[in-house]
């Protein structure tokens, strides 16, 4: 059997045990149709997903439990082909660590379509890739992501050993998680830390160790996320604001302009096709390292400190390389 027929079948084996009713192991074999042999196993087969099937012995029926599934919902061709698009191109290279649920949720609905619009969609999905920017390994976090994404929901506070760079040590931390964010390249938690007093962020690749501790928390009614990071370039906000300007060359002056780096940049073409970018920008420490990524097609005209930086860096280099 190929794989795609059995897909099908076990699809339309899922759709005829979602309506509900108790049926027979001859009248699914039949409603299918496969043998009994093949039906028992793709019952199995349903069972070690995760979907319920139940056999009533005393009616001798098998059906799903109908809180299982949620109440069907009314999609356009369009919304059906966004969501294939996310879950079968853009999710298998997103840092999405419960990819795998999405997934089962894509192939229920996908199991109610008819076969010609599964079809369609599938071709049409074809047509599209997805290549994402390097990111952290997020098939390692599992279990640490889960947990940690219960504690905040259900407000309980979290115990993690966590491997701190800051102070090149493992830490153990009593923490009251508020909010999990994916920034730049990898997943972070933003809560209270007990053992610092304050709110910090931890990357959760850094987490070596998570479980509840029972003892709920009570969340801080003025934490807001964007107040929390400013405007920050990325997540490091530093301890005062500065007017950023730089001039790209026209090199790369389109490659710069077509892109919201920031919420506050403001951009300007110039005569001779250059672009002066401006922003206000919490800290300098990460924004130094977006202008070196441009090399000599950048220059920093404000404020002085950045621009000092951004020198230093550069003078660092030509010794690096004997220059």
Sequence with gaps: ??????????????????TGKGFTADELAAAVPASRRTLFRDLSLL???????????ARRVYQIEQSFFLPPVNLTLSEVLGLMTLVHKQGTA???????????AMMKIESILPREIQDYCGSVVEAVAYRSTPTADVSRLGRTFDCIWQA??????????????????????????????????????????????????????????????????????????ARYFGNAWQMIRGDREYG??????????????????????????????????????????????????????AEVEAPAELRDLVAEHVVAMGHTYGT
Excluded: C
């Design 47 to 57: 069972k070690q997903v995760g979907i319920p099937v139940k056999y009533d012995g």
């Design 152 to 225: 905040a929901y259900h407000r309980e506070k979290t115990a993690i050993t966590y491997e701190s760079f800051h102070e090149g040590r493992d830490i153990s931390v009593t923490l009251r998680p508020y909010r999990l964010t994916f920034i730049a390249r990898a997943w972070y938690v933003i809560g209270f830390s007990e053992a610092h007093g304050e709110v910090r962020t931890f990357k959760l690749d850094r987490v070596l160790a998570a479980r509840p501790t029972g003892e709920p928390f009570d969340p801080d009614p003025d934490f807001d996320l």
């Design 1 to 18: 059997m190929k794989a795609p027929e059995r897909i099908h079948r076990l699809l339309k084996l899922v759709t005829v045990l979602q």
């Design 94 to 104: 997103a840092p999405l660590p419960n990819h795998d649920a999405i997934a089962t």
């Design 244 to 297: 950023v300007r730089v001039r790209f060359s026209p090199r790369v002056a389109g490659n710069v302009e077509e892109v919201l780096w920031h919420p506050t940049q403001q951009v300007q073409r110039l005569a001779d096709g250059s672009l002066r970018f401006e922003a206000r920008v919490d800290g300098l420490l990460e924004i130094v390292w977006w202008v070196l990524g441009y090399g000599k097609e």
